[in-house]
Each structure stands twice: as structure tokens, then as C-alpha cells.
């Protein structure tokens, strides 16, 4: 290959422009992060030390450092709350990744893991698990949710490509929608003929940290984990086919290779997310809109920072929930339900939303 | 964009030794069952300047989207440097041939700087990230489509003409010495249409690029092309130099124009002076 030399000098070199420019926007990404990073350690913070019995920095500190305490403070922070935030962190990250790159597969501003048939798939076989087998802890059905979120990003994935065009953003997202309409009419109607099922689903469905302890948060984080890293080495692919893929392919890309690391981590998160807390609207449809203020479309930059976004917004909306309606507690997809929908039309109508 | 380059090197006749650089045998290409190119030849050699020229419809796009791999033929080959090209891995396919979309798409927000960039993509590897030669080339390209002042602008906020000059800023960052443009100047007003081919000539000239230009305007393609190809129907009709080419019968045949062909008067290139539009 040859590398083109530069035969005439340029009166004024537009590359130091170009230099500076990029120097600009790196260091706004950089501080970006870093204030993404102190946000994300003041949440963990909150969701330690507060809830239904409020604990002092100092308490929760000392409760956290010294194990050999045996307190009540030290079990109600080891069992209840550290538990709770780890599994807060995870499917927070989870979630604004997965949106994120939702997003920049489909190319639709408006994509988060529902559009893609995950949460549709996970809770029919949720109620499929509760009605028919009977199962009944969070623990339980993790495995039912997470397989249910798998078939349903297949099965998508499938009726998608069925025209003679492949996969597109238009196909994959009526495929997607088509068959969240059919999978939840079926939940409903199961629901509607026993009763008695209803109640364990409406805890899940509704989208909570609350009640999951240590075995959920280990359940999923082997999975959360592979899609993170999935999803970073997706990420330079997702910059190149916001191009177009015939500008993607002609730059070396191959659209198989993206698409098929795109969709693994798609449905590891999100469907590990949706299996853990039950389907949290919001967090994956905002959280990359929000960072995309000081990343522009660059997904190297973009899908981390969705994540860490991600799992400060849950954290803050479930310490929200603690606080608000103590001694009780409002679930945190409530919360992100109600704080979420003002905040999200206001950044619409504040800037244009970026057309992708 | 200014044409004039005072500190240009003397123009030197690009070497080319006639080296066959892609190739099309036999091609049949089509969506689905419908068949839109048939039975297909094609040589370009190395350091050629060709210009693709046919009525709406009649397979140019098509014909590139195969030439440059991103479509399978549903017969014949495609032969790059004497290699068949589907079976030339995507990346090596990327790092000797650059390929323009006809209406390609920027996403909002991406700046000129970092579209050409992403030019630089086959040069990159897990091993091999962001170089100060990459940085050059950027740099470079940039300058030749006097993109500089304008490199921190969205994309999406410049008009048609910049734009046009953004993306080719990016097919000249990927650094191949065989470029497909298909039709560069659509959008563009008469002058600044003057001032892509001239980018794209100078390419041609000083650099000994292997260009391949799709475009609708007969007379400019035959002043700047050296050679002439043209389609109807998803057939090849005629190819060789603009004289050769630029006959009244053929514009009757191609494109059903009753036209005089007269020496243009600034380049003594054909040039097309249409009558009326002939029926069928
Ligand atoms: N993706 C596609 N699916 C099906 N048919 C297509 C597709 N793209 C093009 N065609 C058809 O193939 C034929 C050739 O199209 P092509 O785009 O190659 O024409 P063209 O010569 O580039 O035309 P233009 O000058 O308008 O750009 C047309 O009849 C068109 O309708
Ligand atoms: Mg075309």
C-alpha cells in the first residue's frame, strides 16, 4: 500500500486545525468520564448508607470496612445493601449499554432492549415459569427470563431478516414490535385465567432491585460481564456502520461479524438485566442520549460512558424509592417511570434529538 | 474550493504499464431474480481515468457495488490485481479499493475530522491504534478537498457541496490507489462540479490513482475522463475514448436523444448538443 506523501506544502496546514479540534473533544470526553466516575461512587455511596433505617456515613464506613463486626448495621450493610447496590451497578450498566448499542445497530434514536423483543420474551417465560412449574423466587426464574429474553432476540433476529433485503434497522424493529404485541397479549391472557400467578409476576414486572439478594446478583454477573466486554469490542464496528453498510463494509468491516457481536451482547445484557430486576423502561433509552451531549457518535467513548450513566441512574432512582415513601418503598421502575418521562421530553425538546 | 495550486510539482504523466487492475467477466448481477446487469465484460488498468455513463436505471451503481464487492454476482467474476475478489478477505479488499456510495449518510453530530478518520479504518488493528501517519494522511486528505477550515463542522450541518467534499475527503484518507466514485457531483452547482472532477483529475495526474467515476453530465465526463463506458439496460454498449464513444448514433441508442456532437471549444473534447428526445 501506498501511502500517499505529501507533495505540496499546504500555505496554512488545516491539520493543526483538525489536531486542535480533536484535542478539544478528547479532553470533553475525558471529563465527561471522570465526572460519570465520582457520580457512579456517590451513588454507591447513597445506596449504602441510605434507606429505611438511615445509616451515618461514619456507621456505614466503619461497617463496611470492619468485617469482624457483627452489628446490626454490619448485616443490615453486608446482606441487604451491598448486595442490592452491586446488583443496582450491574443491571444499570447493563441496561445503558445495551440501549446504546440497540441504538446504534438500529440506527433508531428511539431503541432500548424492548424494541428488540427482550424484555417481550423474557416475561412470557417468567409467566410461563410461574404458572406452569410454579416457580416462585427471583433466583427461581432468573434462568426462565434470561432464556425467554435469548429466544426472543432470536426470534426477532429471525423474522427480520426474513425479506429479501436481510436484517435492517426497519425490519428488526417491526419484527421486534410485532412480536412483543403477541408475546404480551399471551402474558396477559395467562394472567387474566390464574389468578393466583398474578401476584408473583406483578413484583417482577413492575422492575425492582428490592427483595434480590446475593444469589441473584451472582447469577447474572458471569453473564453482564461477557456482554460488557462484547460490547466494547463492538463498539469501533457500531462507528463504522452508523456509515451506511455499504460505506462500512467498503472501509473493511465485516456486517456479519458486527451484527453477530452486537446481538450476543445485546441479549447477554439486556437479558440478563430484564431476568434480574424485570423490565426497567428508561435507562436504556436515555442514558445514551444523555452522553452522547459530550461524546458526539463515537462509540468508543459513547457505550462506556452509557453504562456508567446507566447504573447511576437506577442507583439514584432506587435510593429515590427508599426515601420517598418510607418506611415503604416505591420500586425503582416506578421511580425511573415517573422522574424519567419529564426529564427524557424535556431533552428532547431542549436539543434535537440526534437523528442516527 | 480553489483549483489554482501555485506550488503544484509539474504535472507528471501518470506511469501506467497497462497492468489490469479490476476486472469483470461474465458478470450477471442481480437483486433477488430480477437480473440487472447481464453478461458483463470489463477491463481497467492500472492509472486509467473511466467514466461510467447510461440512462436512470440502467445498472451503473450496481455494476460498482460489484466491482467494489458489496454485491455478490449471481454470475461471472470480479478480479481484483488477478484475484477473485470474493474471495479476497474484506479488509485487503478495503486497503486497495475505495468506493463511494451514490447519497451516503453521516450520523448527526460526526465532524469532518473524524468522518475522514474513520477513512483510516483498514489501516487499524487492535495492535496498531491511531498513528501520527494516520494523523498525516487525515491531515492530507483534508487539505486536497480544502476541507481544513471546515474539519470541526457535523457533517450533517454543511451543504450538499461540502459535504460531497467530506466524504471524498474520507475515500482519499483510506489511502487506495483505486477509487470508485459513484456520481460525486450530484447536488452540486455547476462550478463546484468543476471543482470535483479537478480534485478527482489531479488525483488521476499526480498521484497515478485508478479512478472509476459515475456521472450524468456527457460533456464533462468526456473532457475529464480518458475513457468512456457506456450502459443501457444493464448491458455494456460502448467503451473506449470520448470520441470513440460520444457518437450521435449512440446517444440515439443509450439515452434516445436526437443530438450534434461538436468539438468543445475549450478542450476539443465531444461535446453533446441535444436536439429532442426521440420515442421509441
Ligand atoms: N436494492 C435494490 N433492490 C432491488 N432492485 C434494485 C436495488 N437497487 C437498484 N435496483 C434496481 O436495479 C436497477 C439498476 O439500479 P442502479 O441503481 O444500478 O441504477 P443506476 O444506473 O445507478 O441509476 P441512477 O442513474 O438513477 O443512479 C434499477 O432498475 C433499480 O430499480
Ligand atoms: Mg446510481
Redesign the interface.
Given at each position: 500500500m501506498s501511502v500517499p506523501s505529501v507533495t505540496r506544502a499546504p500555505a496554512a496546514t488545516p491539520g493543526t486545525a483538525a489536531h486542535a479540534g480533536r484535542t478539544v473533544r478528547t479532553r470533553r470526553r475525558v471529563l465527561g468520564l471522570l465526572v460519570l466516575l465520582l457520580l457512579v461512587v456517590a451513588a454507591c455511596a447513597a445506596s449504602i448508607a441510605i434507606g429505611s433505617r438511615p445509616l451515618g456515613p461514619g456507621t456505614a464506613w466503619t461497617a463496611l470496612t470492619d468485617r469482624s463486626l457483627r452489628t446490626e448495621e454490619a448485616v443490615i450493610v453486608w446482606d441487604l445493601r451491598v448486595p442490592r447496590t452491586a446488583l443496582g451497578l450491574m443491571v444499570g450498566a447493563a441496561l445503558g449499554v445495551s440501549g446504546a448499542l440497540i441504538q446504534g445497530h438500529t440506527r433508531n434514536p428511539l431503541g432500548d432492549p424492548g424494541l428488540l423483543g427482550v424484555t417481550a420474551g423474557a416475561s412470557f417465560a417468567v409467566v410461563l415459569a410461574i404458572v406452569l412449574l410454579g416457580v416462585g423466587t427471583p433466583a427461581g426464574y432468573v434462568w426462565f427470563a434470561f432464556a425467554g429474553a435469548l429466544a426472543g432476540t432470536v426470534a426477532v433476529y429471525v423474522l427480520g431478516s426474513a425479506g429479501r433485503g436481510g436484517a435492517t434497522p426497519v425490519t428488526l424493529a417491526l419484527a421486534g414490535s410485532a412480536l412483543s404485541a403477541l408475546l404480551f397479549a399471551l402474558v396477559r391472557t395467562m394472567l387474566i385465567s390464574d389468578s393466583d400467578s398474578l401476584d408473583a409476576f406483578r413484583f417482577w414486572v413492575v422492575g425492582a432491585l428490592a427483595g434480590r439478594g446475593a444469589d441473584v446478583a451472582w447469577q447474572v454477573a458471569p453473564f453482564i460481564a461477557a456482554g460488557l466486554v462484547l460490547a466494547l469490542l463492538n463498539a469501533p464496528a457500531l462507528d463504522l456502520l452508523g456509515l451506511g453498510e455499504d460505506v462500512a463494509r467498503g472501509l473493511g468491516q465485516r456486517i456479519w461479524l458486527a451484527r453477530l457481536t452486537g446481538l450476543g451482547a445485546t441479549t447477554l445484557l439486556a437479558g440478563a438485566a430484564t431476568a434480574a430486576c424485570g423490565p426497567i423502561a428508561f435507562v436504556g433509552l436515555v442514558a445514551p442520549h444523555v452522553v452522547r451531549a459530550f461524546t458526539g457518535p463515537a462509540h468508543r467513548w459513547l457505550v462506556p460512558c452509557a453504562g456508567l450513566l446507566g447504573a447511576v441512574l437506577l442507583l439514584t432512582a432506587d435510593v429515590l424509592g427508599r426515601v420517598v415513601a418510607r418506611p415503604g418503598e416505591l420500586q425503582v421502575g416506578i421511580v425511573l417511570a415517573l422522574v424519567g418521562c419529564p426529564f427524557f421530553v424535556a431533552l428532547v425538546r431542549r436539543r434535537r434529538t440526534a437523528t442516527l | 474550493m480553489t483549483t489554482s495550486?501555485p506550488?503544484?510539482?509539474p504535472l507528471s504523466a501518470p506511469t501506467s504499464d497497462g497492468r489490469v487492475r479490476l476486472a469483470a467477466e461474465g458478470l450477471r448481477l442481480a437483486?433477488?431474480d430480477r437480473v440487472v446487469v447481464e453478461g458483463l465484460d470489463l477491463t481497467l488498468t492500472d492509472g486509467s481515468f473511466t467514466a461510467i455513463v447510461g440512462p436512470n436505471g440502467c445498472g451503473k451503481s450496481t455494476l460498482l457495488?460489484a466491482l467494489?464487492?458489496?454485491l455478490r454476482p449471481a454470475a461471472g467474476r470480479v478480479l481484483l490485481d488477478g484475484r477473485a475478489i470474493q474471495r479476497t478477505p474484506?479488509?485487503d479488499?478495503?486497503?486497495?479499493?475505495?468506493?463511494?456510495?451514490q447519497t451516503?449518510?453521516?450520523?448527526?453530530?460526526?465532524?469532518v475530522?473524524?468522518?475522514v478518520a474513520?477513512?483510516r479504518?483498514?489501516?487499524q488493528s487492535w495492535l496498531r491504534q491511531w498513528s501520527a501517519?494516520d494523523?498525516?494522511?487525515?491531515?492530507?486528505a483534508?487539505?486536497w478537498t480544502d476541507?481544513?477550515?471546515l474539519?470541526?463542522r457535523p457533517v450533517?450541518e454543511l451543504s450538499g457541496g461540502q459535504r460531497q467534499r467530506a466524504w471524498i475527503s474520507m475515500a482519499?484518507a483510506?489511502?487506495?490507489?483505486l477509487i470508485l466514485l459513484d456520481e460525486p457531483t450530484t447536488y452540486l452547482d455547476l462550478s463546484h462540479q468543476i471543482d470535483v472532477l479537478e480534485l478527482v483529475a489531479r488525483l488521476h495526474a499526480?498521484?497515478g490513482r485508478t479512478v472509476v467515476v459515475v456521472l450524468h453530465d456527457l460533456n464533462l465526463a468526456a473532457r475529464y475522463a480518458q475513457r468512456l463506458v457506456a450502459m443501457r439496460d444493464g448491458v455494456l454498449v460502448a467503451s473506449g475514448t470520448p470520441h470513440e464513444v460520444l457518437t450521435e448514433q449512440l446517444l440515439a441508442d443509450v439515452f434516445d436523444l436526437e443530438a450534434r456532437v461538436v468539438p468543445d471549444p475549450v478542450a476539443g473534447s465531444p461535446m453533446v448538443v441535444p436536439v429532442r428526445r426521440l420515442r421509441r
Open positions: - | 495550486t506550488d503544484a510539482p437483486y433477488d457495488r467494489g464487492r458489496l474484506t479488509r479488499v478495503a486497503r486497495a479499493l475505495g468506493l463511494l456510495p451516503p449518510v453521516a450520523p448527526a453530530g460526526l465532524t475530522a473524524d468522518l474513520r477513512g479504518h483498514p489501516h501517519e494523523e498525516a494522511v487525515v491531515a492530507e483534508l487539505s476541507m481544513g477550515d474539519a470541526d450533517d482519499l483510506q489511502g487506495t490507489d499526480e498521484r
